[in-house]
């Protein structure tokens, strides 16, 4: 599945947060989407869920536009794992799963043994068989992300969407998640905030700030030291992880004379409004 965003922008409240945003990403390629708090990762994402319009642009899935499919022939297409996930109470971890199947069925149509299947075959992939029966609510936050990435699996769709996977997750479960998905050998286009893990994990990323594409590419091809000061604040060493031998990015505070940092102040240097739509970023 390849996906293509052209020129897409988007409003929030007549605000524009996104403005005339390229992006594309091959089949089976894994895209990282990367910016400061407020640059509008979350929004642009929003148009690729379906919702959010976008106010510009269009969103294609191999050459068709996204907007124009009916819902159900979208969600054949791309699953997503948005941000803010609500489960509902008392559901196990395979009812949980098994809704991931509701954009192949008929309205009130039950489940098949194919479709239980699926289900055991994808929670086994992503390691949460032996949590089959058990409900959801008791499970750790890394263990939940695992079963709404097996739901999102049952789609059996192309294209995998992802907003901030690992935000929340001890170390030990972001590294398992982001593995996880690097194998699923699906197009990927993830919203990321660790620029360490964008670089190790993805084949290229996008750079937003202030709504805008400020760079893309391969990640050691953009995320150079001076850039990353440029468009973080921050002081950076890249260069090659001395243990997996991917592409490594440390970070620190910028020094400066007198004590502080060289970080610029969000609401000084963006401006109010800016960071009032930033706030307003839904996943």
Do not use: C
Request: glycine residues 10%.
């Amino acid at each position: 599945m390849r996906l293509d965003l052209v020129g897409v922008s988007a409003r929030i409240d007549a605000r524009p947060i996104v403005n005339g945003v390229d992006l594309a990403a091959g089949p089976g390629e894994f895209v990282a989407l990367v910016g400061p708090n407020g640059s509008g990762k979350s929004t642009l994402l929003r148009t690729v869920y379906r919702t959010l319009r976008p106010s510009g642009g269009v969103v294609r899935l191999d050459g068709q536009d996204l907007w124009r499919m009916r819902p159900r022939q979208a969600a054949r297409h791309r699953a997503v794992l948005p941000q803010h996930n609500q489960v509902g109470d008392g559901l196990s971890v395979a009812e949980v799963v098994a809704t991931g199947r509701h954009s192949h069925k008929r309205p009130l149509e039950g489940d098949t043994e194919a479709d239980r299947a699926l289900v055991t075959t994808a929670l086994r992939r992503v390691g949460m068989d032996w949590a089959a029966d058990r409900l959801m609510t008791t499970l750790s936050g890394g263990e939940r992300q695992r079963v709404l990435l097996a739901r999102a699996l049952v789609q059996e769709a192309p294209l995998l969407v992802l907003d901030e996977p690992t935000n929340h997750l001890d170390v030990g479960s972001q590294l398992l998640l982001l593995d996880l998905i690097r194998s699923l050998g699906l197009t990927l286009l993830a919203a990321l905030h660790d620029l360490d893990q964008a670089a190790a994990y993805a084949d290229q990323v996008v750079v937003l700030r202030d709504g805008k594409v400020a760079g893309h590419g391969p990640p050691l091809e953009v995320l150079t030291p001076a850039f990353i000061e440029e468009i973080f604040g921050v002081r950076a060493h890249v260069g090659t992880h001395p243990i997996t031998g991917r592409p490594h990015i440390a970070v620190a505070s910028l020094e400066r004379p007198g004590g502080g940092t060289g970080y610029r102040d969000q609401r000084s240097a963006e401006g109010e409004s800016m960071v009032k739509a930033g706030d307003r970023e839904a996943p």
